[in-house]
């Protein structure tokens, strides 16, 4: 595949990227320890993949970073290689320390006398030449790197120092402008969430004040998940019963939806595979999917994995309804075993106490709070159009920015 070259303004031209920059230190170069024997060190965390500038490194013994590290001079544009670095945009420019070490998974690019390093940082962060360097990763899935080949078939639209810089305040000043407002956005954002858990709270308070508060497993059945079937180790499509992974929770959808695996009844009978009814509120029982707080609605008759929880209420006491609106008010976060691996067990929630309402204030609970998650969820929407609309907007100044018309 090669880049695209489109024409460029009077005065500019297309250079390789060998011919404007260094890929890698200096041959021979060194990084020199500290009185103490540190150097600066930065990992694929430390890299600022939001503005390529706010990046932070640690010191680290010269001795244990002096094999097997990629070294790197001062004003290196440090290239993320490998996915999903590459695609989140960890690119960022090394302004403040003279040199180090870094992770192996980086380019470091160095500018040559005829570009601006920040120029080149620009260059590189734009959507353009991302989307020409992961077209052409090579490896296993999962594990894709961008290949120093395709790095050196980079070309750079380059003009004269004068206008680079010129360029180069321009983008700053507009981008800092957009940040500023994503920023502001993503707050907002965070109020909202932070603004609905304290109404679900206080709806379920109101009701606690009233009514008896039990146990929650005194009115729920708890039905943890199965391992995955050999049979579906693979992948599976045969029928119109789902079997959910927790991996699946992760979608912006109230209910379990749209499974991978499907099987039918002969297949669950001949495989002993256990159904769990609809209704059921289900959570992330172990692993970091718990610290997401998901909860999901199962909407029909169906089978999950072992990293998922299911509450099934018990309707003589609540409805399934009014579970799945308590469960909202809970954050898996404080229940989960301070373990190496979180894990959320029965006795976690036999620990969350529930206000055993009535039917008619089940009812009426559950159209408040619906009510309620329906008002942030549309603001939410809203101002997610606004967030898209300001990185497609960021997207395009740096694009036109190298063409020319910024």
């Known amino acids: 595949m090669e880049q695209v070259l489109y024409k460029l303004p009077y005065g500019w031209e297309w250079q390789a990227i060998e011919d404007v920059a260094q890929i890698g230190a200096d041959r021979g170069f060194v990084p020199t ?3 103490e024997g540190n150097v600066p060190f930065i990992g694929m965390t430390d890299i600022d ?4 500038q706010k990046s932070t490194y640690e ?21 993320a290689k490998i996915t999903p670095c590459t695609e989140n945009n960890k690119t960022a420019l090394i302004d403040n320390v003279n040199c180090g070490f870094a992770t192996t998974e980086v380019f470091p690019i160095h500018a040559l006398d005829s570009v601006e390093p920040k120029y080149l940082l620009h260059f590189f962060r734009s959507p353009s030449v991302r989307s020409f360097l992961i077209d052409q990763m090579e490896g296993a899935t999962g594990r894709q790197r961008v290949p120093l080949k395709a790095l050196k078939n980079v070309s750079v639209p380059v003009c004269g120092l004068r206008e680079q810089k010129r360029i180069v305040e321009k983008l700053d000043a507009l981008l800092t402008r957009i940040d500023t407002a994503i920023k502001h956005l993503q707050e907002s954002v965070t109020l909202a969430d932070t603004l609905m ?10 009701v606690k004040d009233r009514y008896e508060v039990v146990p929650l497993s005194s009115v729920v059945k708890i039905n943890s998940g199965i391992a995955l079937p050999k049979l579906f180790k693979n992948g599976f499509s045969d029928g119109d019963i789902p079997f959910f992974k927790v991996a699946q929770m992760n979608n912006h959808y109230e209910n379990m939806v749209e499974p991978e695996i ?11 595979i256990k159904l769990f009814p609809k209704g059921s509120t289900l959570i992330p029982k172990r692993g970091g999917a718990i610290l997401t707080n998901k909860k999901r609605m199962l909407l029909e008759d169906a089978s999950y994995d072992s990293n998922i929880m299911g509450l099934k209420a018990d309707e003589s006491k609540i409805s399934d309804e009014y579970l799945f609106a308590f469960m909202r008010t809970i954050d898996l976060a404080n229940f989960v075993d301070a ?5 959320v067990n029965n006795k976690h929630i036999d620990q969350m106490q529930i206000p055993l309402a009535s039917i008619e204030e089940q009812a009426d609970v559950v159209g408040r ?8 969820e549309l603001m939410n929407s809203e101002i997610q159009i606004q967030l898209d609309d300001l990185h497609v907007l960021k997207n395009s100044i740096l694009d036109s920015a190298f063409k020319g018309d910024l």
């Open 59 to 79: 010191l680290r013994k010269f001795d244990d970073v002096k094999k097997g590290y990629t070294k790197f001079q001062r004003n290196a544009v440090l290239f």
């Open 49 to 52: 993949q939001e503005t390529g």
């Open 369 to 376: 709070v619906n009510l309620l998650v329906k008002k942030v």
């Open 33 to 35: 320890p500290d009185s």
């Open 197 to 206: 858990k304290n109404g679900l709270s206080e709806i379920f308070e109101s």
């Open 339 to 343: 373990s190496t691996i979180p894990q």
């Open 262 to 272: 499907t099987f039918n009844e002969t297949v669950a009978k001949e495989h002993k």
